[in-house]
């Protein structure tokens, strides 16, 4: 079947530490991958998105990055995090069955103090 | 790029009623537009999607009509119930340069309350 994972479900950083957020696709293969922030109440933003591995697109320009090592495997990064990184972190991938339709992780819920 | 303007921001609806939110993009190329619906801490479920060459598409309680030449689309939904209550996102993709990443530009929400 056709799933999403990530992890953590709920991370709480202080200010100034490093960030790792993983997001895992089963039942697929070569889906393009994206990951969204969304902060609280507010739309959904796209930070990133990869059509392959290694193959990474900025769509906003900040501390954060993104790594693909494997086909199914999307990494979210940061070195320093800062208080406006907080957030809901949604990894969202396609599906071969409907081409072109995104469907979102469970997310992850960041909150840095 | 293609932008997305999605009104309006709030509605509240007694159950039983209709209820309409609708959506504008900018993008002449844009051929895909799926609708969202995100409860409150969750992740954003797809509820329907319309492509270009249909002008309405419907899902039992739920439809969905789009006006090329306006550039426009809405979600209406009949006889809500207050499980329909919920933040709702539109979104627009573009194939403008044959890209084959899909992205989605999305709409600003709209947060319907359906009063029991």
């Known amino acids: 079947s056709q799933t999403i994972h990530q992890w953590p479900a709920t991370l709480v950083q202080p200010v100034g530490s490093p960030l790792s957020l993983e997001c895992t696709v089963e039942?697929?293969?070569?889906?393009?991958l994206y990951w969204y922030r969304q902060a609280a109440g507010r739309g959904l933003q796209l930070l990133f998105y990869?059509?392959?591995?290694?193959?990474i697109s900025s769509e906003v320009p900040q501390n954060l990055s993104a790594s693909r090592p494997q086909d199914r495997q999307f990494i979210l990064s940061s070195k320093k995090l800062l208080l406006s990184d907080s957030g809901f972190y949604l990894c969202?991938?396609?599906?071969?069955?409907?081409?072109?339709?995104?469907?979102f992780g469970p997310g992850t819920r960041l909150t840095v103090l | 790029g293609e932008n997305v303007e999605q009104h309006p921001s709030t509605l509240s609806v007694q159950e039983g009623d209709s209820a309409v939110i609708k959506c504008t993009y900018s993008?002449?190329?844009?051929?895909?537009f799926p609708w969202y619906k995100q409860e409150l801490g969750k992740r954003p479920q797809l509820i329907i999607d319309?492509?270009?060459?249909?002008g309405e598409k419907k899902d039992q309680r739920i439809a969905v009509t789009l006006n090329k030449t306006a550039k426009h689309f809405s979600l209406h939904i009949t006889e809500t119930q207050p499980e329909d209550s919920a933040v709702y996102f539109c979104?627009?993709?573009?194939?403008?340069?044959?890209?084959?990443?899909?992205?989605?530009?999305f709409g600003q929400g709209t947060i319907l309350t359906v009063h029991p």
């Open positions: 039942g697929t293969s070569n889906p393009n």
């Open positions: 993008d002449s190329a844009s051929n895909y």
């Open positions: 969202a991938s396609t599906f071969p069955d409907r081409i072109g339709t995104q469907y």
């Open positions: 319309i492509r270009s060459n249909v």
């Open positions: 990869s059509v392959g591995i290694g193959q």
């Open positions: 979104a627009g993709r573009s194939n403008a340069g044959g890209t084959s990443y899909g992205k989605l530009t």
